[in-house]
């Protein structure tokens, strides 16, 4: 709805996802010095307040290039949000339920992705447009800021060590074996990003799908990406190691 209200085509509406994915990207790479001036759990709250700041911006920009500025405010906050969960748990969570954590984080996220072209879905069936949809989308990321108030404040040094820690292991093996794992990683991401932004506009133009029925077929590739994560997260799986798997 919102390539055919601002006349974009297909290339200029797909900077919507890549600008703040690239920002997110730098952004990740300095949010350890901002985590250790104030620590995982406010990083984490910035980055909230930065994305529901950025959806209430998309509900009231006029034009499609104010709009890609406050997708770098999205991309900053994502990026902070993006590390910083993933320092919560190293920090916080015990060393033997650390696996299932992080398969718990990621299986989150999968059903986040379940859930979003289902909701969109449901207010697109109530008619509403575009902006009032980005608008509502604005209370998400402010009630997890409100809510993350509940946990127990973590301690900024506990927090360095940990990050010190982790920065030695990942700093010894050698640059073409981390190379080698990140543009694995980095292809699996662009096959899931890629799927994800094009699935629902493959089914309404090639096989001319309903607009409110499209989004379903992404639901359900993302019902299957939640399946396999909730898998190891609630079945640990002891005997075989991380490398291995």
């Given amino acids: 709805n919102l390539i055919i209200d ?3 085509t297909d290339t200029r509406a ?11 990207f730098f952004t990740g790479l300095i949010t350890e010095k ?29 034009s499609f290039n104010l709009i890609l500025l406050f997708t770098t405010i999205f991309g900053i906050g994502f990026g902070f949000v993006s590390v910083a969960q993933n320092v ?16 718990g984080l990621h299986s989150m996220y999968a059903l986040a992705s379940l859930a979003s072209p289902l909701f969109v879905s449901l207010l697109m069936g109530q008619e509403l447009e575009w902006r009032k949809i980005f608008a509502f989308s604005t209370l998400i990321p402010i009630f997890i800021f409100l809510t993350s108030f509940v946990f127990t404040r973590m301690s900024k040094i506990s927090i360095s060590k940990k990050l010190e820690f982790i920065s030695n292991e990942i700093s010894s093996p050698g640059l073409f074996h981390v190379l080698f794992f990140s543009v694995s990683m ?28 499209a989004p379903k077929y992404l639901a359900l590739f993302f019902l299957l990406l939640f399946l396999s994560r909730l898998f190891f997260c609630l079945a640990p799986v002891r005997r075989v190691s991380t490398n291995q798997l």
């Fill in 6 to 8: 601002l006349y974009l």
């Fill in 14 to 24: 797909s900077l919507f996802f890549s600008i703040p994915s690239l920002v997110a």
């Fill in 34 to 62: 901002i985590i250790f001036r104030i620590g995982s759990v406010w990083t984490l709250r910035l980055g909230l307040l930065f994305m529901g700041f950025s959806y209430f911006c998309f509900s009231l920009s006029p």
């Fill in 88 to 103: 919560v748990i190293s920090d916080a969570g015990a060393g033997h339920l650390r696996r299932q954590l992080f398969s």
């Fill in 186 to 213: 980095g292809i699996y991401l662009v096959g899931e990003v890629s799927l994800s932004s094009r699935l629902v506009l493959l089914v309404r133009r090639e096989y001319l799908i309903d607009p409110q029925e």
